[in-house]
T-cell receptor
Framework: QKEVEQNSGPLSVPEGAIASLNCTYS??????FFWYRQYSGKSPELIMS????GDKEDGRFTAQLNKASQYVSLLIRDSQPSDSATYLC??????????????FGQGTILTVHP | DGGITQSPKYLFRKEGQNVTLSCEQN?????MYWYRQDPGQGLRLIYY???????QKGDIAEGYSVSREKKESFPLTVTSAQKNPTAFYLC???????????FGPGTRLTVT
């Protein structure tokens, strides 16, 4: 069973701090990785995609990928109360019979307190 | 304005009734997906379709059916055979180049 696991949380950080969200995956064939943000009662919103080892920055968000360690992380700098949400990590093995199916982690609840 | 629409937003049904959830996209994506999310749980794949007139079962297809007659549309029917149909249903479509999946706003189904 191919799995994606996230740090269990919930995670609570003060406003202005760095929030660090972590994810590991079991399928070594996974090639593409995604972070979604889901506010309570809403659908997931894609916030970051990463495909190669290293860091990828977009505004206050930085995604990090280490394929050798099968590890993906998301850093949120200068955390704001509006960042309070559930963050979902997802991975896909784009080739073979997976047809681009995403495997999702269970999610990490982040609370940013003023 | 490109995106994915799902209707209705809320749906209430009695046990034993079939119900069809609508999903439409104008992103010109070939692949579309249906997921189910239960409170405090992750997303589970129900059905997916790579192209018109073709679809495959996901991890929890029992009690569900789909059709894909048009590229833009991928309706999901929740049948009376589905044991626990009350859930949040999410439709998504996938960019063929980036593999990014984009979600619709979801339909919250309650069966009593």
């Amino acid at each position: 069973q191919k799995e994606v696991e996230q740090n269990s949380g919930p995670l609570s950080v003060p406003e202005g701090a760095i929030a660090s969200l972590n994810c590991t995956y079991s399928d070594r064939g996974s090639q593409s990785f995604f972070w979604y943000r889901q506010y309570s009662g809403k659908s997931p919103e894609l916030i970051m995609s990463i495909y190669s080892n290293g860091d990828k920055e977009d505004g206050r968000f930085t995604a990090q990928l280490n394929k050798a360690s099968q590890y993906v992380s998301l850093l949120i700098r200068d955390s704001q109360p509006s960042d309070s949400a559930t963050y979902l990590c997802a991975a896909t093995n784009a080739g073979g019979t997976s047809y681009g199916k995403l495997t999702f982690g269970q999610g990490t609840i982040l609370t940013v307190h003023p | 304005d490109g995106g994915i629409t799902q209707s209705p937003k809320y749906l209430f049904r009695k046990e034993g009734q079939n119900v069809t959830l609508s999903c439409e996209q104008n992103l010109n994506h070939d692949a579309m997906y249906w997921y189910r999310q239960d409170p405090g749980q992750g997303l589970r794949l129900i059905y997916y379709s790579q192209i018109v007139n073709d679809f495959q079962k996901g991890d929890i297809a029992e009690g569900y059916s789909v059709s894909r007659e048009k590229k833009e549309s991928f309706p999901l029917t929740v049948t009376s055979a589905q044991k626990n149909p009350t859930a949040f249903y999410l439709c998504a479509s996938r960019d063929s180049f980036t593999y990014e999946q984009y979600f619709g706003p979801g339909t919250r189904l309650t069966v009593t």
